[in-house]
């Protein structure tokens, strides 16, 4: 593993597209493992220790950890080389990577440098399909950041279930939704590196004490007879029809291949998915970036005047349109007298969209429909979007995160701009290994 090489390679890449918030000239090989001669890109709100860690955010400017995320004390035991951060949404704000901090720059989707790489973790998923060696990035999703870049920019992204994967020293974005997951190249590269970081964590309460499968077993396994339910939901008004006709195509594959199809129904799910995602996920940011003020972490100035106006003007100053957007809204949801109106009756219709989804898994074993609505948007276009429209985009994707259900991303072509498709399994809780059993049959 020639580390000069991959870091010269690295920056290239990163001149041309701006994939990385911070790469890192000299990383070194701690540990021995399944990760040896792999270099590990993160996703820039999960902590390194030493390494500038700002969640795409200007106010977290100079913030270093003094610790690692326990997915980066893993890997690092894993022999893995972590070459730098990569760019984001502010703190997972958005599904283009297009808002990012006020000093930073818009990553490219790599097929079309007018495009969008998809968000929140674009720079991870861009860098997996630009880069030569080999190379398997750290996402996270709260509402579909891992599998809407995925499929953007035609790699593989597996978002696992609430709570399989620790999520100690993950900048939180909303604590009940937040998930780190693996970006690469091939289901098989994204199943290793889930087998490494998944697992119980003493350091993190949400974390499920069950036993982890060795997914990579399951590449390529026979899926005779493996019950698969089309969400006839995800196929209607808004799917591009070239996007529609090749995620057909890769069902068609998966029923030439024993698998049993039927269609399932979610309405719910379709009618208040996003609705209900945007108002938790808003009522829980708003209090997570409480602490951001310019005292404790990341960029501070010279106090003047008293502390009331010196956080106003930090926060003014260095929080981006769109999460300063959140923050209110999630305030004005959360205020005594709108809080049963708003937050509370959110989280009731999130019980119920669970429902819906355990209802379905007990007919099918998985749930297909495509992962985004339409291929990488230009930035011309996104530029022209409202921000309601800009939260449309998620449609498809909110409803698994909402119930904290696992969920891949394969790429299963492309349209007649050579744009990449992604196409969307969803599996039951902890069932990460029928969905690595079912993408890999989907790989050309």
């Known amino acids: 593993m020639d580390i000069n090489k991959i870091i010269s390679e690295t920056k290239k890449i990163d001149k041309e597209y701006h994939y990385f918030n911070t790469i890192d000239d000299s990383p070194k090989k701690e540990g021995n493992g399944n990760l040896n001669n792999v270099a590990v890109s993160v996703k ?23 610790f690692d995320a326990t997915v980066i004390q893993r890997i690092r035991k894993e022999g893995a080389v972590i070459i730098g951060k990569t760019a984001q949404d502010a703190f997972g704000f958005g599904s283009f990577s297009t808002n990012v901090g006020k000093d930073m720059k818009i990553p490219l989707n790599p097929f079309d440098k007018e495009r969008a790489c998809g968000g929140s973790s674009g720079g991870a998923a861009g860098f997996t399909q630009k880069s030569t060696f080999k190379h398997i990035a750290l996402g996270q999703s709260t509402g579909g950041s891992i599998v809407a870049p995925a499929s953007f920019c035609g790699v593989v992204g597996l978002c696992p279930t609430y709570g399989r994967i620790s999520r100690y020293g993950l900048m939180d974005y909303a604590n009940s939704l937040d998930k780190i997951g693996p970006i690469a190249k091939t289901v098989e590269e994204v199943a290793l590196m889930l087998e490494i970081i998944a697992g119980y964590d003493e350091k993190e309460s ?32 808004g799917i591009e029809a070239e996007l529609k006709e090749k995620v057909e195509e890769g069902i068609k594959m998966l029923e030439q291949q024993g698998a049993k199809i039927e269609d399932i129904s979610l309405p719910l799910t379709k009618k208040y998915g996003v609705e209900t ?7 829980e940011a708003s209090t997570n970036l409480a602490k951001f003020c310019g005292m404790r972490y990341g960029a501070s100035e010279q106090i003047k005047g008293n502390f009331n106006e010196y956080f106003s ?25 709108y809080r049963d109106a708003y937050y509370i009756k959110a989280a009731k219709v999130r019980a119920k969209i669970i429902d819906e989804y ?16 339409f291929v990488a ?13 800009n939260y449309m ?17 394969v790429p299963i072509g492309t349209n007649k701009d050579k744009m990449p498709i992604g196409l969307m399994l969803t599996a039951d809780h902890l069932k990460e290994e029928t969905l690595i059993q079912a993408s890999s049959k989907l790989e050309k």
């Not at 499968?213 to 005779?224: A, Q, R, V």
């Not at 995602?277 to 009522?283: E, Q």
């Not at 300063?324 to 007298?337: Q, V, W």
Request: contains cysteine; charged residues 25%; proline residues 7%.
């Open 44 to 66: 820039d709100c999960i902590c390194v220790k030493d390494m500038e860690s700002r969640a795409g955010s200007k106010i977290l400017s100079t913030y270093k950890p003094v």
């Open 206 to 237: 949400t974390t499920l004490n069950e036993p982890v499968p060795k997914y990579t077993s399951y590449i390529k396994k026979d899926i005779k007879n493996l019950k698969i339910g089309i969400i006839k939901e995800a196929f209607g008004k």
């Open 393 to 409: 985009a998620d449609t498809l994707t909110v409803g698994p995160n909402l119930a904290g259900l696992p969920h891949i991303s």
């Open 377 to 389: 948007p230009r930035f011309k276009e996104i530029e022209k979007l409202s921000p309601l429209q």
């Open 313 to 337: 003007n930090i926060r003014s100053d260095y929080f981006n349109d769109e999460s300063k957007r959140r923050i209110i809204i999630g305030t004005f949801a959360r205020m005594a007298g």
């Open 358 to 373: 355990k209802k379905a898994f007990e007919k099918v074993d998985l749930l297909v429909s495509p992962t985004m609505p």
């Open 277 to 283: 995602y945007y108002l938790l996920a808003m009522c």
